[in-house]
């Protein structure tokens, strides 16, 4: 009788994993599609193989392409080095409203940019934007006064809109948790390459003599033309999804899908799945998150827009200016390493992001307290250059999100916010910087050092939430016949299988213990492509 019992138990069980497995392969990811249930054999030679395709083809790309985004956002300021101000008229605080322009379109845009990640196939969407804002980068140069600049900002902000969130997305879709702070880093340090190259291009550019042209004018015309030009080549490269890519063997499709597997974060869908959202509008973790954003980018904003006319204030002329930034822009790219290294290294984002925010802070200090004086030249620089830490925790806080949202949707949508969050910070950011306080900006630097100051206790209570997550999440599995303690295997600096994170002494041992290893409903991975969230996943790991 027992036996017969059992043998119907496990009837039902394989019924109920049959309609489950149908269920994520109609709505699940795409890669469903090529592995179905099966479990790829996958060795780490196949690992760094794949790994190495993937940063010769998708990693160039991206981080090209926002060192264009940046590019075109970071010569604002040297072109008002070079007589933009003057020679449209600018007065009061119209140039602190160009600034924050841009950031005003990204955040209307964000609900529209969250469906099109989604929706649109990425190598039409990513070549579409940076068309877009190239042209408009590139009508800068036409433009002679106050309303046809702000209009040009304007689409500049709005092209650039989904830039972050769909790269983010798309580091997610190709790279395991444990690569994907370096990625985000190789991309987004182009913050410090783009700060290098403006200012070299600036002196440059800014030595022309044309009768037709204003300098100011001639860099806005060649960083849009540049723009321009690259959109074609990207929509050449670029492939929608493991999938899609041309640049990998058939056998080793399965295989690039297989080593995401523990990342329990999905490979992408089309469907867009309005349960992800509300679940993510409704979590602590996201505002947490989006209080990070606004601190952390109101005060990226006074570099990008500010840095050339505070060292301005200091009393050198435009040239050297503009190749005083060099050596922050090199600084800043050095730091952005050095913060995702760290992050590798330590496996621990929000301590990494706590010990990088303290320079900041010293720095900021700083610029408050020591007279704009020529005698004080030295520490003001140091004050300013110690600012460059502030861009190591924005790396490090983009992969914080990627690794700890699961579901097409709601990353898309989470990373929207985000940049709606860092596009409000950004706003308020130059608002806080008014001309009339020229050169020591005393309130603005107040104001931020009081952002930085609320970026570290955030970053303190999300960790300590996310600890508690992770206790609910065993308390989950163990009601689920599941092992409590699953290895996070993702974060191993080398693959190792999912299965081999399975804790069979954990509290949910007897059958969990096998069950983790493939014998009953609860093998682990199975959900990994079943485009679930976070919170619908049981086996999913938040990463501190």
């Known amino acids: 009788m027992g036996d017969a019992k059992d043998m119907d138990g496990s009837v039902h069980l394989e019924e109920d994993t049959s309609k489950k497995m149908m269920a994520a392969a109609k709505h699940g990811d795409r890669a469903m599609e090529i592995i179905?249930?099966?479990?790829?054999?996958?060795?780490?030679?196949?690992?760094?193989?794949?790994?190495?395709?993937?940063?010769?083809?998708?990693?160039?790309?991206?981080?090209?392409?926002?060192?264009?985004?940046?590019?075109?956002?970071t010569v604002l300021g040297n072109a008002a080095t070079f007589g933009l101000t003057q020679s449209t008229g600018l007065t009061g605080s119209q140039y602190s409203l160009l600034g924050s322009v841009a950031p005003i379109a990204q955040l209307a845009?964000?609900?529209?940019?969250?469906?099109?990640?989604?929706?649109?196939?990425?190598?039409?969407?990513?070549?579409?934007?940076?068309?877009?804002?190239?042209?408009?980068?590139?009508?800068?140069?036409?433009?002679?006064?106050?309303?046809?600049l702000y209009a040009a900002r304007f689409f500049l902000g709005l092209f650039e809109a989904g830039c972050l969130p769909l790269f983010s997305v798309i580091t997610s879709q190709w790279y395991r948790r444990a690569e994907q702070p370096l990625r985000v880093a190789a991309?987004?340090?182009?913050?410090?390459?783009?700060?290098?190259?403006?200012?070299?291009?600036?002196?440059?550019?800014?030595?022309?003599?044309?009768?037709?042209?204003?300098?100011?004018?001639?860099?806005?015309?060649?960083?849009?033309?540049?723009?321009?030009?690259?959109?074609?080549?990207?929509?050449?490269?670029?492939?929608?999804?493991?999938a899609s890519a041309r640049f990998l063997s058939e056998d080793d499709k399965p295989k690039a899908v297989e080593r995401l597997r523990a990342n329990q974060t999905g490979t992408g869908s089309r469907e867009f799945k309005w349960g992800h959202v509300r679940e993510m509008l409704l979590e602590p973790k996201t505002w947490i998150f989006v209080?990070?954003?606004?601190?952390?980018?109101?005060?990226?904003?006074?570099?990008?827009?500010?840095?050339?006319?505070?060292?301005?204030?200091?009393?050198?002329?435009?040239?050297?200016?503009?190749?005083?930034?060099?050596?922050f822009g090199f600084f800043q790219w050095v730091i952005i390493l050095s913060a995702s290294w760290a992050v590798q290294r330590f496996r621990n984002k929000s301590a990494v992001m706590v010990v990088f925010v303290l320079p900041v802070i010293a720095g900021l200090?700083?610029?408050?307290?020591?007279?704009?004086?020529?005698?004080?030249?030295?520490?003001?620089?140091?004050?300013?250059?110690?600012?460059?830490?502030?861009?190591?925790?924005?790396?490090?806080?983009?992969?914080?999100?990627?690794?700890?949202?699961?579901?097409t949707t709601k990353k898309s949508t989470i990373m929207s916010v985000y940049n709606a969050a860092a596009s409000a910070g950004n706003i308020v950011g130059p608002i806080v910087?008014?001309?009339?306080?020229?050169?020591?900006?005393?309130?603005?630097?107040?104001?931020?050092?009081?952002?930085?100051?609320?970026?570290?206790?955030?970053?303190?209570?999300?960790?300590?939430?996310?600890?508690?997550?992770?206790?609910?999440?065993?308390?989950?599995?163990?009601?689920?016949?599941?092992?409590?303690?699953?290895?996070?295997?993702?974060?191993?600096?080398?693959?190792?299988?999912?299965?081999?994170?399975?804790?069979?002494?954990?509290?949910g041992s007897g059958s969990g213990g096998e069950e983790g290893h493939g014998h009953g409903r609860g093998r682990i991975g199975m959900n990994a492509f079943a485009d679930l969230t976070d919170r619908e996943n049981d086996e999913f790991v938040y990463v501190l």
């Open 291 to 327: 209080a990070l954003s606004v601190f952390i980018n109101a005060g990226a904003s006074v570099t990008n827009t500010f840095g050339p006319l505070i060292l301005n204030g200091l009393g050198f002329d435009k040239y050297l200016t503009s190749l005083l930034n060099i050596p």
């Open 365 to 407: 200090a700083v610029l408050y307290t020591v007279p704009r004086t020529p005698g004080h030249s030295a520490p003001l620089l140091v004050g300013y250059y110690l600012l460059a830490f502030l861009f190591g925790n924005i790396p490090v806080l983009v992969a914080w999100i990627v690794a700890n949202t699961a579901g």
């Open 433 to 507: 910087f008014d001309s009339r306080d020229a050169p020591s900006y005393l309130p603005g630097l107040r104001t931020v050092l009081g952002f930085f100051v609320g970026t570290a206790a955030a970053t303190v209570l999300q960790a300590v939430n996310l600890a508690f997550l992770n206790k609910g999440q065993e308390r989950r599995r163990v009601a689920n016949g599941k092992p409590a303690k699953i290895k996070d295997t993702s974060m191993s600096d080398t693959y190792q299988d999912i299965d081999e994170g399975v804790d069979g002494g954990g509290s």
């Open 36 to 73: 179905g249930e099966e479990r790829v054999i996958l060795t780490e030679e196949d690992n760094k193989r794949i790994k190495r395709r993937t940063d010769t083809v998708i990693l160039p790309i991206l981080v090209w392409v926002y060192f264009l985004q940046i590019l075109d956002k």
């Open 109 to 148: 845009w964000q609900p529209f940019s969250s469906v099109l990640i989604v929706k649109v196939p990425h190598r039409i969407l990513m070549p579409s934007l940076l068309l877009g804002w190239g042209i408009a980068s590139a009508a800068l140069a036409a433009c002679h006064n106050f309303p046809t």
């Open 187 to 242: 991309w987004y340090g182009t913050n410090g390459i783009a700060t290098i190259v403006a200012s070299a291009l600036s002196f440059g550019l800014g030595h022309i003599n044309s009768p037709l042209l204003e300098s100011w004018q001639i860099i806005f015309l060649f960083v849009g033309l540049v723009t321009i030009a690259s959109a074609p080549f990207v929509y050449w490269k670029l492939d929608n999804d493991i």
